[in-house]
Each structure stands twice: as structure tokens, then as C-alpha cells.
């Protein structure tokens, strides 16, 4: 067994439009950097089920549930906002309307890992949502507020994917992977 690794940071975000979705396969357009990222989460909302019969635990089941994904940015430019939201903009004004959809798109990152390998991840299909906004006054000290956003994500109808990952320290690792990921 190698040694023991832990991720210590995450860069490189990248947004990817979802063209289609069906039962014969899936397409992007070209991913777009999102600079600035300064805290990513994704919980699957996992769970695992005991069935009980004859007086003990006698199958166990494992599903994923809502995959929850939240995003910090430094910075999400007007621009970024209403494509990742659905606004329209002209003139430089952004319009947020009640009657706005967010497109569906994937979501990929970089992770570092302690030994300075990096790991690759897609999230494959998902649409994020406005979030809460709190501001707060310049004070006698600097208090960084970075933008957020929070979305959902869910299964390929192509086939049933959710996520996709490789690091650079697995043996099957092909360098051009990471390059193109």
C-alpha cells in the first residue's frame, strides 16, 4: 500500500453547457475557466440500508440521494452569473427574472494533494440556483465576502453517471488525461 495522501487545495474550476442528454448519449460545448474558486463542496447525500430478517441483519443497500454542490468564489463576474443562472444581459445591466432557468451544465475541478499529485474531477450533469447574499460594511479591518453559488446535481439519462475522477498518481493514469480533463 502507498502512502497516505490528503487533498489540501482545489483550483481550476471549469463549466461545461450540457447540449444533450438522452438514452443514445451526452454533449457539451467547450469548457470555460471560472477562475477563483475559494471553497467547493459536493455531498451525494449517500446512504446505506440494513434489511433485517430471522433476528439479524440480512442484506444491505446503498443508494445516492440529492447531490448537493456549493461553489465560493473570490469573484463571479456579471457575465458568469447570468450564464450559470439564466439572466439576460444588455448594456452591461444583468435582469434577474422570476421566469429564469438555469442551464443544465457539468461542473470539473483540480484537487491537490499533500504530495503535490493533483486529482480531476467532473460532476456531470447539474444546474445551480441563486443563493443568499449577506454584506456586510467596511469596518476598521478588511472582511473578505466572496460570491456563492449553490446547485443541484443528477444521474446522465446516457448512463447514469454522476461524477467522474482520476489522480496522477494512479498506475492507469495517462498524462494527456489530465491536460484535456
Do not use: C
Request: no cysteine.
Amino acid at each position: 500500500m502507498g502512502k497516505k495522501k490528503a487533498i489540501i487545495g482545489v483550483d481550476s474550476v471549469h463549466y461545461a453547457l450540457l447540449i444533450s442528454d438522452t438514452s443514445s448519449g451526452a454533449s457539451w460545448q467547450a469548457a470555460v475557466a471560472l477562475p477563483g474558486v475559494t471553497e467547493l463542496g459536493v455531498n451525494p447525500n449517500g446512504a446505506v440500508a440494513t434489511l433485517f430478517a430471522d433476528n439479524g441483519p440480512a442484506v444491505t443497500a446503498n443508494s445516492i440521494g440529492e447531490i448537493e454542490v456549493s461553489l465560493n468564489m473570490a469573484d463571479l463576474t456579471p457575465e458568469e452569473r447570468a450564464i450559470l443562472l439564466g439572466h439576460e444581459r444588455s448594456g452591461g445591466v444583468t435582469k434577474f427574472k422570476s421566469s429564469d432557468i438555469s442551464p443544465e451544465v457539468a461542473l470539473g475541478f483540480r484537487t491537490k494533494l499533500s504530495d503535490g499529485t493533483y486529482g480531476y474531477v467532473w460532476l456531470m450533469k447539474g444546474k445551480f440556483a441563486e443563493t443568499e447574499e449577506t454584506i456586510e460594511t467596511q469596518g476598521d479591518s478588511v472582511n473578505f465576502q466572496v460570491a456563492a453559488l449553490t446547485g443541484k446535481f443528477t444521474i446522465l439519462e446516457y448512463n447514469e453517471e454522476w461524477k467522474r475522477t482520476t489522480r496522477t498518481d494512479d498506475p492507469d493514469y495517462v498524462s494527456s488525461l489530465g491536460e484535456n480533463w
